[in-house]
Each structure stands twice: as C-alpha cells, then as structure tokens.
C-alpha cells in the first residue's frame, strides 16, 4: 500500500469515495446533509480534476494492488475571519473505502497530508468531522486534534421549540 498524490487516472474511483462520503453524511442527518444522486459520483469526480494541478490543494491517493482505496482532500487558505483563525492546512476530505477500514489506510493519508502541510509551512490543521462520525475522531483525535468548534443546525420550516 503507498499514499501518493493523486493523478487524472484516480478520479472514478475517488468520485465514488466521494459519493460514499456524501451518502455517509446523509444517512448521519439527512436533515443537515446533501443527498447523492445518480450524478455525485461524475461531479465530484469532476470537480476534484479540478483542483488536481492548484499549488495550494493536496489531493492524495491510497493506493493498494493497482487500486485507488482511499483519498485525502486538502488545501492551504489565509487567514479567514469567518472561522477566527489565521492561516492553515484545511482537510476537507478523507475516505477510505469500508472494505479496507481499520487496517491504518486513514492514518497513513492523514501522516502525509500532515507532512505535506508542514512542507508547505502551515501553522496549523483544521477540519470538520460529522457529529455521529466517532471512528473519523477517534482517529483525529489520536493524531493530536482537539475539538476547537461545535457546529448547530435549525431547520427554520418548523414552530421554534
């Protein structure tokens, strides 16, 4: 198994990671969350493709027997005052494919994106994981994360409570 950095090759299979990621997500709260569609996979494949040549995004591919079984998405953003935080790596995704889970795929694309970022001088990491995601934190959170925010949600087509 290698980590390296994805290539246009890699994308159906990391757009069918990524539609896993937003199915997940769904199935967490589909109150909150986007649902797929027969056309998530072709998009996110799509849109990563985009992104795969910009010098402030890291896109990594797990790779196993010729195989793409996981993928991190990641960049390097300025200060943003939205969040109250300076500069930093943002780790927007990372998926590894179930029939691979808890054989440390998450950990290796997690140590390179880490080292990537530290390449690139970022003074810090942040990302989201779903509420309901314990596994996603357990493992962040064995890699030296803390919780820094809590995100809340009100659907306003209901009476307040």
């Known amino acids: 198994m290698k980590i390296r950095p994805a290539v246009s090759r890699d994308l159906p299979a990391i757009g069918r990671l990524g539609a896993l990621l937003v199915r997940t997500h769904h199935d967490f709260d589909p109150d909150r969350f986007i649902a797929a569609t027969p056309k998530t996979e072709h998009g996110y494949a799509s849109f990563l493709g985009t992104q795969l040549d910009k010098p402030n995004i890291v896109i990594l591919a797990a790779e196993q027997d010729g195989e793409v079984i996981g993928y991190v998405y990641a960049g390097v953003e300025g200060p943003d005052y939205m969040s109250l935080r300076g500069p930093a790596g943002i780790l927007y995704d990372i998926v590894v494919d179930p029939a691979n889970r808890g054989q440390g795929v998450g950990r290796m694309l997690l140590d390179a994106t880490l080292a990537a970022f530290k390449t690139r001088g970022c003074p810090q990491i942040v990302l989201s994981t ?26 306003l087509d209901g009476d307040a409570p």
């Open 130 to 155: 779903a509420e309901q995601n314990e596994t996603a934190q357990r493992l962040f959170a064995r890699a030296g994360f803390r919780r820094t925010m809590i995100e809340m949600t009100r659907e």
